[in-house]
């Protein structure tokens, strides 16, 4: 025991040493971002990210610990950037359009999705939905874009889930089509794979393809997460399910193509906000609403779409945790909130509801559904 209380004080020491020296490396940040401002730069350098990263990766021997190394400074440098967006945006209520959140490293699809939305955007990667959600919450990121739909294995639950947690807006959707390839190291062979790492979605919808191979198949944060895990490791016998973009990135071969099952793999992409919409052209809505607890109450708030002739492009139900067998209900619709029917169409559900949003009134993206 007396080991261990000695072994665990000289962690604390470091600790302690690096709380410090992250503390300076803020400063300089914070000199680097006075910088930025006079030259007019942008925070990300992409580059510049990833000469840093391999620089001190390829310094270690062991490959776990190279892994990790990797992952470490890479949150470390999510962490600057997110601090420099802070910065540059105290003096003014408005907050910067380049900072833009999505799930992932560089080239994964929520990363092609928010390039293909905001071309000029500065995109800064989260580990998780909640993240993206809890930065645009703070401030810290103007716009997060989400997968909520796939042709292929249907909504993305938690993406509903965490937008009545953080009450957010809709402000717009893109689509973008997906398309899985099998990633190795260069000269890799088909016969050399033993594991395949990717995001459970990708495995998922890859699945046809993968069941015809006895390799273990591990989940990882995303996509590109995987991609980039293959391009470090000194392992010969991994693989990885991402885009062609992250094969770009990362420097890997493409083994095999297209390797998802459904050849129309489509995944619709909501953009959120703090801010409302305001767009005279919207021509969708996203609607949350619960109903009172009784026979024909949802049959009833239904029956207002179809008896006012209003689309109805999706519904979906997620259970009220601190209500037992009750649900809050999202609904895609067609029309401008501004619309006299769609005002007196808004007005007959707020009756006929326990409780009502609009997320959203926004531009339909057509591409793809």
Request: net charge negative.
């Amino acid at each position: 025991m007396n080991r261990l209380n000695d072994l665990r004080k000289n962690i604390d020491k470091i600790d302690i040493k690096l709380v410090d020296l992250f503390l300076k490396r803020m400063e300089y940040v914070n000199e680097i971002i006075e910088v930025k401002k006079e030259k007019d730069l942008p925070i990300y350098d992409a580059l510049r990210e990833k000469e840093i990263i391999k620089k001190h990766v390829d310094k270690i021997n062991d490959e776990y610990l190279k892994e990790i190394t990797g992952k470490f400074f890479y949150e470390m440098m999510n962490l600057s950037k997110g601090y420099q967006y802070t910065l540059k945006n105290s003096e003014s209520e408005t907050i910067k359009a380049e900072a833009v959140g999505h799930l992932g490293k560089e080239g994964s699809y929520s990363y092609l999705a928010a390039k293909k939305y905001f071309e000029n955007g500065d995109m800064i990667s989260s580990n998780t939905f909640e993240e993206i959600f809890e930065g645009v919450s703070t401030n810290k990121l103007k716009y997060g874009v989400l997968p909520i739909e796939n042709t292929s294995t249907g909504s993305i639950i938690l993406v509903y889930d965490l937008l009545k947690k953080y009450n957010l807006n809709i402000v717009g959707e893109t689509t973008i089509e997906i398309n899985h390839n099998l990633l190795v190291k260069k000269g890799v062979k088909l016969e050399d794979i033993k594991t395949v790492y990717s995001h459970p979605q990708a495995l998922d919808q890859s699945n046809e393809f993968l069941k015809k191979y006895n390799w273990e198949l591990i989940n990882s944060e995303s996509t590109s997460e995987s991609a980039y895990m293959v391009s470090v490791s000194e392992r010969n016998d991994i693989a990885a399910i991402a885009s062609m973009e992250a094969a770009k990135i990362y420097n890997l071969d493409v083994l095999k193509e297209y390797i998802n099952h459904n050849t129309k793999n489509i995944t619709r992409f909501i953009i959120i906000s703090k801010e409302i919409c305001d767009n005279t052209n919207a021509d969708k809505i996203t609607l949350g609403f619960s109903v009172y607890h009784k026979p024909g109450a949802l049959y009833s708030v239904l029956g207002i779409f179809d008896k006012n002739d209003i689309n109805m492009y999706k519904l979906e139900s997620r259970p009220i945790i601190e209500s037992p067998f009750e649900y809050y209900f999202y609904v895609d619709l067609e029309g401008n909130v501004e619309e006299l029917k769609v005002k007196n169409i808004i007005e007959e559900i707020k009756k006929s509801s326990t409780s009502f949003k609009i997320y959203g009134n926004y531009l339909r993206n057509c591409g793809g559904f």
